[in-house]
C-alpha cells in the first residue's frame, strides 16, 4: 500500500469518526430560531458581539425603533471588573453580558421603543440595566417607570447599588407590534443599557397548571387555567445540585444559577449526577421538549441523604426570596429520575409553602423510563404567600409502603412572578395609574363578619357604659344644655370660666362695638376655654411677641413662650387673621379643646379674642417635644430609656383612644407624630395640635371623605389612595411614631439609600429579616428585654398594616404597650426575683386585662374633677411647637 493510500484511509477513518459525534453535538443542543429576534445595545456607536455569538445592534442600527423627544446617550468612564472566584452565582451570570453595560440610552420625559411582531404569542423582553459612573449623569437617582402594551413592568424602578441588573419577561403579545415605555418620575430620568424581544417557543407556557390549594379548600380538579392572560416575570432559575449554566449553554439563552444560597439545610440532601448523554425527552417532538430546559438540568439533582425519616423536619428545602404582596406565581419544577434501578421504584411528595402540591408522585408512570426528562407547573396563589415573603419549595419520601426505596429528588426549579388585577409586574397600580388594590372576597366576608361580632359586643359595653353614667349622673343634670356634660369621660370643670360669666362681662362692654373676626369662634357654646386674657396681659407675658420668644411655627402663626406676673409659664399661640388656612386650623382646635379634658391631651388656660386677635394659652410644656428628645437637641437627662419611651407611648396612646372613643362621633387627629406628642416636667405626654382633626364617621358611615392632609411620613397610604378618612389613620400614623421612638431617627430621611429613606418601611424589612438590632438607637443596645421588644414590634407592625381593616383599634394598641411596659419591668426586676429564692422580696407583675386598664384610666379622670384650678394644675397643657 502507497503512502497516498494510506493517507486516503486515514482521512476516511477520520471522517468516520467524527461526522457521528458532530450529529449527535446538534441532537443535545438543539438550535431554536425565533421569527422575532431583536437585540439592541443601547447607546453604543458599535455593535457588541457576546460571547455566545449573538450581535447586538448598535444605536444608530436601532434608531428607527426609537420614539424620543432627546437624543441623549451615555457611556461608562470605567470597565468593570474582571470575572473572580468571591462572585455570587448571579454576578456571574451578569458577567458575559458586561459589554452591554458599558452604554446606555437616557430619557429626561416619556419615550418608546416599538417593534413590529411577525407572530403573536409570547415574547422575551430582556431589559439591562447598570447605574455606571458617569460624570454628566446619576444613575443611582434615576427612578422610573416601564410598560409594555397593557401591562406595567416596573413601577418606581432605581438601581441604588452599582450592580448590573437584568429583567427577565415572558409576556403574551397578541398584536403586530409592541411598544416599550419608559417614563421618568418628576425631576428624574429614565435610562436602559440594553433590550431584548425575541420569540418563545409556542408551547414553553402552557395555558393550565396545577392549583397549589390548602387541604381545607376543596376544588374538583385541582387545576388553573388562565395562564395565557397574564405576563410573567423570572424570579429565579435553579439548576438543583448542578453547576452554573451560562446563557451559551442554554438552547433558549437562560441562564441558570446554582442552588447553594437557596438550599436551607446542606447536611439533608446529597448531589447526584450523570452524563447529559444518558437524559431522554419524551413525546414525538423531542426537539421542542428539549427547550424546556438543557440536559444539563436534568443530569444532576439533589437527593435525600437520610430517606428514611418521613417527617417535614427531614424534608429537603429551598426557599425562594419573593415580592410582598398582590402576587400569584408559576412554579416550574424540572425532576429526572436518575437515582433509581428500576421502574416504579420512587414515589415521593413535594409541598409548596406547606401545601401539598404533589403527593406520591411517581415519574416512571408519567415518563414510562429512567433517566427522563418531566417537569410540571404549579399555581400558587397571592393567599398562600407568606408574611415573610418567601416561597418554600419542600421534597420528602411518599408515605407509601408498597415503594421499594424511600427517597425524593429535584432537578431544577424555576420561578415566575404573575401579573396580577392591575395588570402589573410591580405594585398594585395598572398602567392608567389607578389602584386596583381590591382585598379577596374571603377577607372581605370574614371583615363583615368580624365587624358584625364587634359591633354587638361595642353595643353591649355602650348600654353597660350609659347605665353605669346614668346612675352616677350629677343631680343638677337637668339643668345643663345637653346630655354631653354627664356621658363624657370628663366633665368640664365647674368653676372653668365661661364666655358669659362675670369676668368677661367688663371685656364685653369695652369691645362690644368693635368688629372682631374671631368671636363667632368663642360663642356660648364653646364653655370649657378657661378665664380670659387681655392683649395686654400677652403682649407683656411675651415682650410683645418677642421673635425670641418663638418656639414654633405652623399654618395658624407662630407659639411664644410668655411668663405671667405670678411666674407661671405660658405658651400663647398667636393666629394669624390673614392666613386662610390658619383661621380654619385655629377654629378647629378651639371647637375641639372647648370641649375636651384629658390628662394625656392639651387643655386650654385661657385665651384672648380682642379686636381680630386669635390667641390660645397653654401651660408651658417644659420638656418640648418627644422628637427633641430622639434625635434633636435633647432633653436635661439626655437619652430616654426604653422604660420612659413606652410611658410616653402608653400616654400618647390614652389620648388618642379617648379621642376615638371619648365623644359620639369620636374625633380623628389626623396628624399624629413626633412633634405633636408634647412632655411635661414629669416627661408625661400629651397629644397636641388639633388643627386638622375631624369628627369621625356616624354609625351609619364607615369613613369620612375628605381631601388629604397630614405629614409625609406618617401619612395613611390607604387614605392617601382613597381619600377615605377613618380612626385606623391615627393608629397607622402611631405605628411610625412607635418605630421612630424605638429607631430614633426621623421617619423621612432623604439623605439615606434609597431604600433606607422611609423608615417605616425599612424597619419592618429588617425586622423580618431577623436584623432589627441593627437599626435600633444604640442607646438602648442590651436595655430591652427580648418579650418586651417582641411585643412592641408585634403592635407596631400591626399598626402599619396596609388596609385599616388589619389594623388594630387604638384600645387594643394600648393593651400592647402596657404589656410591654409590664415586660420591660418584669426583667427589670429579674434580679429581685432572684434575690427572694433566697430570702429577699421579689416583685410580682400581673398583667391587667384592658377594661381594668381603662377603668383605671376613668377613677384617674373623676379625680381630676375636684375644680377648675386642680385641673388646670394637674393637667399641664400641651401645644404645637411645629406646624402641620
Not at 387541604?215 to 448542578?242: C, S, W, Y
Not at 429512567?370 to 418567601?390: C, M, P, Q, R, V
Request: proline content about 5%; aromatic content about 10%; some cysteine.
Amino acid at each position: 500500500m502507497t503512502s497516498g493510500e494510506i493517507r486516503y484511509l486515514l482521512l476516511f477513518l477520520l471522517l468516520f469518526l467524527v461526522v457521528p459525534t458532530v450529529v449527535i453535538s446538534s441532537k443535545s443542543q438543539p438550535k431554536f430560531t425565533p421569527k422575532d429576534n431583536y437585540l439592541i445595545d443601547c447607546g453604543s456607536p458599535e455593535p457588541t458581539k457576546l460571547e455566545d455569538g449573538r450581535i447586538f445592534k448598535s444605536d444608530k442600527q436601532s434608531s428607527s425603533f426609537l420614539s424620543t423627544s432627546e437624543d441623549v446617550k451615555a457611556t461608562a468612564v470605567e470597565k468593570v471588573h474582571n470575572k473572580t472566584s468571591s462572585m455570587s452565582s448571579y454576578a456571574l451570570l451578569m458577567f458575559p453580558f458586561m459589554d452591554l453595560y458599558m452604554s446606555a440610552r437616557i430619557f429626561p420625559d416619556k419615550s418608546t421603543y416599538s417593534f413590529f411582531i411577525s407572530e403573536p404569542g409570547r415574547h422575551w423582553v430582556r431589559l439591562y440595566f447598570f447605574p455606571m459612573k458617569n460624570p454628566d449623569y446619576n444613575f443611582t437617582a434615576a427612578v422610573f417607570t416601564v410598560t409594555a402594551e397593557k401591562t406595567v413592568l416596573l413601577r418606581d424602578f432605581s438601581c441604588p447599588t452599582p450592580l448590573p441588573v437584568l429583567k427577565e419577561y415572558l409576556i403574551n403579545l397578541k398584536k403586530d407590534r409592541v411598544s416599550l415605555v419608559f417614563t421618568p418620575a418628576p425631576k428624574s430620568i429614565a435610562f436602559i443599557n440594553a433590550i431584548e424581544v425575541v420569540s418563545a417557543p409556542g408551547d414553553l407556557i402552557k395555558n393550565t397548571a396545577i392549583n397549589v390549594v390548602s387541604p381545607n379548600t376543596h376544588l374538583p380538579n385541582k387545576e388553573f387555567t388562565g395562564m395565557d392572560n397574564h405576563a410573567l416575570q423570572l424570579t429565579q432559575r435553579i439548576n438543583v445540585g448542578g453547576p452554573l449554566i451560562l446563557p451559551s449553554n442554554d438552547p433558549l439563552f437562560r441562564g441558570w444559577q446554582k442552588q447553594d444560597t437557596f438550599l436551607k439545610t446542606r447536611s439533608f440532601a446529597r448531589n447526584v449526577s450523570i452524563s447529559t448523554k444518558k437524559i431522554k425527552y419524551p413525546g414525538e417532538n423531542k426537539i421542542n421538549s428539549q427547550l424546556v430546559a438543557p440536559a444539563k438540568v436534568y443530569s444532576t439533582c439533589e437527593k435525600m441523604i437520610n430517606a428514611n425519616v418521613a417527617a417535614p423536619n427531614f424534608n429537603i428545602t429551598w426557599e425562594f426570596p419573593i415580592d410582598g404582596g398582590g402576587f400569584s406565581y408559576l412554579l416550574r419544577l424540572h425532576l429526572c429520575d436518575i437515582i433509581s434501578k428500576q421502574l416504579n421504584d420512587l414515589y415521593f411528595n413535594i409541598y409548596v409553602n406547606g401545601l401539598d402540591a404533589a403527593a406520591n408522585l411517581d415519574l416512571s408512570t408519567l415518563t414510562s423510563a429512567l433517566s427522563t426528562a418531566y417537569y410540571t407547573d404549579l399555581f400558587l396563589g397571592e393567599d398562600f404567600i407568606h408574611s415573610d415573603n418567601i416561597i418554600r419549595v419542600q421534597i420528602g419520601p411518599s408515605d407509601n409502603t408498597e415503594t421499594g426505596a424511600k427517597n425524593a429528588i429535584l432537578n431544577g426549579v424555576e420561578v415566575f412572578k404573575m401579573s396580577n388585577v392591575a395588570g402589573s409586574l410591580d405594585g398594585l397600580y395598572s398602567i392608567d395609574g389607578l389602584y386596583k388594590g381590591v382585598p379577596p372576597e374571603k377577607k372581605k366576608d370574614e371583615t363583615v363578619a368580624w365587624f358584625g361580632l364587634v359591633l354587638s359586643f361595642f353595643a353591649i359595653i355602650v348600654c353597660a357604659v350609659v347605665f353605669y353614667k346614668w346612675r352616677r349622673r350629677p343631680a343638677d343634670w337637668h339643668l345643663k344644655g345637653s346630655l354631653s356634660s354627664w356621658l363624657l369621660p370628663i366633665r368640664t370643670p365647674k368653676n372653668t370660666t365661661k364666655l358669659n360669666s362675670s369676668s368677661r362681662t367688663g371685656s364685653n362692654r369695652r369691645y362690644s362695638s368693635r368688629k372682631s373676626k374671631s368671636s363667632n369662634f368663642f360663642s356660648a357654646g364653646t364653655i370649657g376655654i378657661g378665664r380670659f386674657y387681655s392683649f395686654s396681659e400677652v403682649q407683656e407675658a411675651t415682650r410683645n411677641f418677642a421673635e425670641k420668644s418663638v418656639i414654633g411655627v405652623g399654618g395658624f402663626g407662630k407659639v411664644y413662650m410668655g411668663n405671667l406676673e405670678d411666674g407661671t409659664k405660658i405658651a400663647v399661640k398667636r393666629g394669624n387673621p390673614s392666613s386662610e388656612q390658619g383661621i380654619n386650623e385655629f377654629q378647629t382646635e378651639i371647637q375641639l379643646l372647648s370641649k375636651l379634658r384629658h390628662r394625656h391631651l392639651v387643655s386650654l388656660m385661657g385665651y384672648c379674642d380682642e379686636d381680630t386677635e386669635m390667641i390660645l394659652v397653654y401651660e408651658f410644656m417644659s420638656n418640648g417635644p418627644l422628637n427633641d428628645h430622639l434625635y434633636g437637641p435633647g432633653g436635661p437627662n439626655g437619652a430616654l430609656s426604653w422604660k420612659r419611651r413606652l410611658e410616653i407611648c402608653i400616654g400618647a396612646a390614652r389620648g388618642l383612644h379617648y379621642l376615638h372613643t371619648g365623644a359620639a362621633e369620636g374625633i380623628i387627629h389626623r396628624d399624629v407624630k413626633t412633634t405633636n406628642i408634647l412632655l411635661d416636667e414629669a416627661y408625661v405626654a400629651k397629644v397636641a395640635d388639633f388643627g386638622l382633626s375631624k369628627t369621625g364617621p356616624s354609625m351609619e358611615q364607615t369613613h369620612v371623605s375628605t381631601a388629604v392632609k397630614g405629614s409625609f411620613g406618617y401619612l395613611d397610604p390607604e387614605y392617601f389612595r382613597r381619600q377615605q378618612l377613618t380612626d385606623k389613620s391615627d393608629v397607622y400614623s402611631f405605628g411610625v411614631v412607635l418605630i421612630e421612638v424605638l429607631c430614633a431617627r426621623p421617619v423621612i430621611d432623604p439623605s439615606l439609600p434609597r431604600e433606607q429613606v422611609n423608615l417605616a418601611e425599612w424597619a419592618m424589612k429588617m425586622h423580618r429579616k431577623g436584623m432589627l438590632d441593627k437599626i435600633i438607637d444604640p442607646n438602648l443596645n442590651g436595655k430591652i428585654s427580648t418579650a418586651s421588644l417582641k411585643k412592641y414590634m408585634e403592635a407596631a407592625e400591626k399598626c402599619i398594616s396596609e388596609y385599616g381593616s388589619d389594623r388594630p383599634a387604638m384600645g387594643d394598641v394600648l393593651w400592647n404597650l402596657e404589656y410591654s411596659l409590664q415586660l420591660q419591668e418584669s426583667s427589670m426586676d429579674e434580679s429581685d426575683i432572684e434575690e427572694s429564692e433566697s430570702g429577699g422580696g421579689g416583685k410580682h407583675i400581673e398583667l391587667k386585662p384592658l377594661p381594668k386598664i381603662l377603668e383605671e384610666e376613668e377613677e384617674e379622670r373623676e379625680k381630676g374633677d375636684n375644680g377648675g384650678e386642680e385641673i388646670l394644675e394637674s393637667s399641664k397643657s400641651g401645644y404645637s411647637y411645629n406646624g402641620s
